[in-house]
C-alpha cells in the first residue's frame, strides 16, 4: 500500500497569516493517463470531509482562492494564504492511484 | 447536485451484523462508482472498498475480505454496505462517497459495537 506521510501534526496560525500543509507519499501518484491522483480535504468537527483540491492542484468548485495546491510525483503541498477563522479543523491528503487508496495522518489546524 | 444519505446511527452487539445504506439524491447515480470509507473515533480515515456502477465485481479491502458485502440497487439509487462478525474495534463513523473528484460524501453512520 502506498504510504501518505504528512506534516505538521498540527499547527497554530494567526488570522490573516498564511499556512502550509506538506504530504508525501511513498511512490509517485502520477497515473499513466498523466493524471496525478492526490487530493486534499478538510474536516470540520462533526462533518464529513470536504474536498479542496483534487487531482493534486484543482480547486474544487466553491473552495475559496485562497486555497492553492502544488507538488508533483511524491511531494505536494496546500496552501492557504490567508488563514480565516473557518478554516480550523483536520486536513487530510489522500492518494486514489491505485487500490486501496490511503490517506495521510491529518494535519489539525487551530487558530490563535 | 447529487447527494448521498445514509442511514442512522447503530449499535449492535460483538458478532452481530450490520447494513448501512446510502441513498443517492439525483439521477446520475447509475454512473458514480460508490466508495466505503470508516474512521475509528478520534482516528484517520480507512477505505473498505467499492461498488461500481452497473453493480458488479465490487472491490474489498484486503483487511475486510470475507467480512464485507457491497451491494447497489439501481431502482431506487442507493448502495449498501453489510459488515459481519462485528468486534468493538468496529466501532466507527462510515461514510459512502462517490468518485472522488465530485466530492460527494454521505453524512456519515455511526456504528457503536458493545456488549
Known amino acids: 500500500d502506498i504510504v501518505m506521510t504528512q506534516t505538521p501534526l498540527s499547527l497554530s496560525v494567526t488570522p490573516g497569516q498564511p499556512a502550509s500543509i506538506s504530504c508525501k507519499s511513498s511512490r509517485s501518484l502520477l497515473h499513466s493517463d498523466g493524471k496525478t491522483y492526490l487530493y486534499w480535504y478538510l474536516q470540520k468537527a462533526g462533518q464529513s470531509p470536504q474536498l479542496l483540491i483534487y487531482?493534486?492542484?484543482n480547486r474544487f468548485s466553491g473552495v475559496p482562492d485562497r486555497f492553492s495546491a502544488s507538488g508533483s510525483g511524491t511531494d505536494f503541498t496546500l496552501k492557504i494564504s490567508r488563514v480565516e477563522a473557518e478554516d480550523v479543523g483536520l486536513y487530510y491528503c489522500m492518494h486514489s492511484l491505485k487500490v486501496p487508496p490511503t490517506f495521510g495522518g491529518g494535519t489539525k489546524m487551530e487558530i490563535k | 447536485q447529487m447527494q448521498l444519505v445514509q442511514s442512522g446511527a447503530e449499535v449492535k452487539k460483538p458478532g452481530a451484523s450490520v447494513k448501512v445504506s446510502c441513498k443517492a439524491d439525483?439521477?446520475?447515480?447509475?454512473?458514480?462508482?460508490i466508495h466505503w470509507v470508516r474512521q475509528a473515533p478520534g482516528q484517520g480515515f480507512e477505505w473498505m472498498g467499492w461498488i461500481n456502477p452497473d453493480g458488479n465485481g465490487p472491490k474489498y479491502a484486503q483487511k475486510f475480505q470475507g467480512r464485507v458485502t457491497m451491494t447497489r440497487d439501481t431502482s431506487i439509487s442507493t448502495a449498501y454496505m453489510e459488515l459481519s462478525s462485528l468486534i468493538s474495534d468496529d466501532t466507527a463513523v462510515y461514510y459512502c462517497?462517490?468518485?472522488?473528484?465530485?466530492?460527494?460524501w454521505g453524512q456519515g453512520t455511526l456504528v457503536t459495537v458493545s456488549s
Open positions: 439525483g439521477d446520475i447515480f447509475t454512473g458514480y462508482y
Open positions: 462517497a462517490s468518485n472522488w473528484s465530485s466530492g460527494h
Open positions: 487531482e493534486a492542484s
